[in-house]
Structures are given as C-alpha cells and as structure tokens.
C-alpha cells in the first residue's frame, strides 16, 4: 500500500516548537519533491515549504519563512518540517504530499500538482 503518514502535531504555546514528519510506505520517497500544507477551519489548503528530492532546494511562504525549516531524510523515506516560534495563526491540519518529479517545480503550493497525500496532522498553538 502506497501511503504519506504525517506525525509530530499537538498542542503548544505561542513562541513553542513542533517537528512534524512525514514517512512514506510502499514507495520511495527520494524520487519525489515533497511539499507541506496546511489548512486551518473555513480557508483553503496553501502551501507551506518544498522540499526537492535531494534536498538541495527548499521553498517556504512567505508567512512562515525565518520560523519552519523543512528537510528529508532519503534513507529513512521521511521528510520533516520544524516549526518553531509558533503563532496562533499557524493553527491548521498540516498535510504533507509527495509530487512525481525530482525538482521543485514552478507553482510549487498548488495542490494539483501532488499526487500522493497524507492523513494530515493537526497543530494547535494556544496559550
């Protein structure tokens, strides 16, 4: 079974950390460019940070960059986002998602361009 499971969400703090990871089964995760999302309650999913398949190229939204820190771990089929300096507006399900090509393409936060999703995670941040 080819799957994404996404782990690492809970509740923390303004100004907290979290590491969500994102673990793939059934398939190599290295050859694909992996992105997260999040969606929080009544707003469209965007796209958080991107990851190419080497890891060499990374790309963030502007609302989180200097804050979350994305990275992959090939030999473990694992991709992780670090989140520190959490504000309440970074409440959402994060979702991370893996897209059949090796560089990051044009347009990297449009959900159509993945093609394999996770259950998503939920982040709360609240004091």
């Known amino acids: 079974q080819l799957q994404l499971v996404e782990s690492g969400g809970g509740l923390v703090q303004p100004g907290g950390s979290l590491r969500l990871s994102c673990a793939a089964s059934g398939f190599r995760l290295d050859y694909y460019v992996v992105g997260w999302f999040r969606q929080a309650p009544g707003k469209e999913r965007e796209g958080v940070s991107c990851?190419?398949?080497?890891?060499?190229?990374?790309k963030y939204a502007d609302s989180v960059k200097g804050r979350f820190t994305i990275s992959r771990d090939n030999a473990k089929s694992t991709v992780y986002l670090q989140l520190n300096s959490l504000k309440p507006e970074d409440t959402a399900v994060y979702y991370c998602?893996?897209?059949?090509?090796?560089?990051?393409?044009?347009?990297?936060?449009?959900?159509?361009?993945?093609?394999?999703w996770g259950q998503g995670t939920q982040v709360t941040v609240s004091s």
């Open positions: 990851i190419s398949a080497s890891g060499g190229s990374t």
């Open positions: 998602a893996a897209s059949s090509t090796s560089a990051i393409p044009m347009g990297w936060g449009s959900k159509g361009l993945y093609n394999r």
